[in-house]
C-alpha cells in the first residue's frame, strides 16, 4: 500500500478537508495530495477569515475572502437568514449532492451542510460542516466561524429568491399590504424579480435583536425591512 496522503489522514480523523486551509509537514506548507513519510510532523489549521495567509498556504489557490455560500437541501431556514443578513446565500431543496457540490464549486461557493460525507467530497473546496440543528442558531454559527458580523447588511436581499431588493414609493406598494401595515409605516422595498415587498416588522425586529447582541459594530441604518424568512 502506497503511503498515506495528507488529505486521507485529515478525513480519516472526521474533519473535512474543506475546513482546513494551512498544512504543515514538518514545518512546510504542502498541499493536500502530499504523501506522508514515517516520522512526519504534521500541523494542521482551520480556515483563516482574520489572518492573510495567501502567500503561505499550499492547500487551496485562494483564501475565502468574498464569501457567497451554498446551502444543501437541509438549511432552507438558515439560507433564508442569511439572505436578510445581506449575505449571497444559493439554495434550492430539489437538487442532489453532486448538482450541489459542482454548483458550489463552479460558482465559487463555500458549501453549508450538516452531512460531512458531502464535504468530504474531492471537488468540493470550500465548505463549512454546520453544527447546530436550530436555524437562528445556526445563522449565528455561521457569522461566527467566517466572522461576518461586520459584514451583515440587514435585510438587503430577498429571503425568497436571494436578489438585493430596492427601495419603492410608500404609494406603489401600500394598497398590496395589510392596513394595519401601510398605517405604521413609511418605508418599503421591493424584490425586482419576485416582487415580493418588505418592510420593518416584528421578525425584522427579532432578527435586529439577534444581530445586535453579539456586536454593536454590525451596520443596520438605512436597510430594508422584511416581515420575515419564509
Not at 109 to 136: F, I, N, Q
Not at 198 to 210: E, F, I, K, V
Not at 212 to 220: D, G, K, L
Request: glycine share 6%; charged share 25%.
Amino acid at each position: 500500500m502506497g503511503r498515506r496522503s495528507v488529505k486521507d489522514l485529515i478525513e480519516g480523523l472526521g474533519v473535512p478537508h474543506t475546513e482546513v486551509d494551512l498544512v504543515l509537514v514538518n514545518g512546510q506548507s504542502v498541499d493536500f495530495s502530499y504523501r506522508l513519510s514515517p516520522g512526519d510532523r504534521v500541523s494542521i489549521y482551520p480556515v483563516f477569515e482574520a489572518l492573510d495567509i495567501a502567500g503561505v498556504t499550499a492547500v487551496r489557490p485562494q483564501p475565502l475572502r468574498l464569501l457567497r455560500f451554498l446551502a444543501d437541501v437541509h438549511l432552507g431556514r438558515l439560507a433564508g437568514y442569511l439572505r436578510l443578513a445581506g449575505f449571497d446565500t444559493f439554495y434550492d431543496n430539489s437538487w442532489d449532492d453532486e448538482q450541489i457540490a459542482e454548483t458550489a464549486v463552479r460558482e465559487h461557493r463555500v458549501l453549508l451542510t450538516r452531512d460531512r460525507g458531502l464535504l468530504m467530497r474531492s471537488v468540493v473546496t470550500h465548505g463549512y460542516l454546520v453544527r447546530s440543528h436550530r436555524p437562528r442558531e445556526q445563522l449565528r454559527e455561521v457569522l461566527d466561524r467566517f466572522d461576518l458580523w461586520g459584514s451583515v447588511r440587514p435585510l438587503s436581499r430577498c429571503s425568497v429568491c436571494n436578489v438585493v431588493v430596492e427601495a419603492v414609493e410608500r404609494e406603489k406598494v401600500v394598497e398590496k399590504v395589510a392596513p394595519r401595515t401601510a398605517a405604521h409605516c413609511e418605508e418599503f422595498w421591493l424584490c425586482p424579480s419576485c416582487g415580493r415587498i418588505y418592510w420593518q416588522g416584528a421578525h425584522y425586529r427579532s432578527l435586529m435583536a439577534l444581530l445586535s447582541s453579539h456586536s454593536s459594530s454590525a451596520e443596520t441604518e438605512g436597510r430594508p425591512r422584511e416581515p420575515g424568512p419564509p
